[in-house]
């Protein structure tokens, strides 16, 4: 857990925000209604400002819908998923249906008066806010993501949910599976990094868990899991969604025009359940997890971090520190600027600790090639 930090607070400005307005954009995630709580709570005891919540999130500001949080609004909300202002995956307003409204989005930010605005999302939408600066807009973001993939933070709030999700579906999967003498296969979300797999595979006691960062060999996995049928009758892969086959592709469920991010993965849990068919006898069931492990109440842990994450950002706002993301480095909160996280994806390196500890524990990633990536196993010193 970060420790609890906030900006420099010993030369606060006098001038104070009078209206700031939160956006949460791009898919939900367990921890926005935390965070929210935190912009908005912090920005009214500390500044007496005026917060403006945007509906669903670059979408009502194309279309001109927010509506004024009072403190009474932002209480209560900690323990709920979703998020209370509405998300929007589609709205990108410098490419929608077809036209830019950027100039439109830069109009109501002027109308509304505001000092600044919060963006809480992922890459798509922190993206799309550093564009947004170059208008003239004072942004801070906030990085949430069950995917855990954003550049320069060790974190994003949600993956700890989604992590727990996905153990206890594990757990559930593996008393099922002990049972019937079968090979159960879970895929997870995350897109085109595998923390989620990596870390509820770990903690759920997978045998094989396959990444998108490492191609797999299934004559590799299904050696895998034969062995396991051998000796426990029984055998767990944990597969994420974005992983494939050395020489194949990555599983494509559906496309969505004007989405900043239009492929959506899913299916190579099942494609998976038939490879290995024709290489074990042993029974398979495959479970895609999907959206459960983006939906309910968020972990102690994100309810915290989404917390101090957003009281974080509000201080900025209070110094007028504009154009920066907040990050956790170090368990220590930090910002940078907005570019850095912009535009890019934080994968699974082959020296990460927890792989390495994976790999020292004999889980079954599909490939030699880590072994003998140059990164060495986690070994004391
Ligand atoms: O980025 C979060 C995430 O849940 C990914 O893990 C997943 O691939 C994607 O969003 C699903 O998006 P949608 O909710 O649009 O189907």
Known sequence: MASISSPDQSHEPTNKPSRVAILTGGGDCPGLN????????????????????????FLGFIERRSRTLTYQDCSGILSLGGTMI????????????????????????????????VIIGGDGTLSIGYEL?????????????????????????????AVSIVTDAIDRLRTTGQSHQRIMIVETMGRNAGWIALH????????SILLPEHPYDINLVADACNQRMGTHHFSIVVI?????????????????????????????????????EQLTDAEIRSTTLGHIQRGGSPT???????????????GLVINKQFNLAVIQRGNQLSEVPLDSVAHKTRNIPNDDPTLQTALSMGICFGTETLLRSGAKLNEPE
Do not use: W
Request: hydrophobic share 35%; net charge negative; with cysteine.
């Open 34 to 57: 935390a965070a929210i709580r935190g912009v908005a709570k912090t920005l009214m005891l500390r500044a007496q400002t005026e917060i403006i919540g945007i509906e669903d999130g």
């Open 86 to 117: 509405g998300t929007h995956n589609r709205a990108n307003p410098f490419d929608y249906m077809g036209e830019d409204r950027s100039r439109a989005v830069k109009e109501y930010y002027d109308e509304l008066a505001l000092d600044a605005l």
């Open 133 to 161: 600066t170059k208008l003239g807009m004072n942004i801070v973001g906030v990085p949430k993501t069950i995917d855990n993939d954003l550049m320069c933070t060790e974190r994003t709030f949600g993956f700890d949910t």
């Open 200 to 207: 509820a595979g770990i903690a759920g006691g997978a045998d």
């Open 240 to 276: 994420a969604e974005g992983a494939k086959p050395i020489n194949g592709e990555v599983c494509t469920r559906e496309t969505i025009k004007d989405s900043p991010e239009p492929t959506r993965l899913g299916g190579i849990g099942d494609q998976l359940k038939q490879q290995l």
């Open 300 to 314: 102690s842990f994100d309810r915290i971090f989404a917390t101090n994450l957003g009281s974080y950002a509000a």
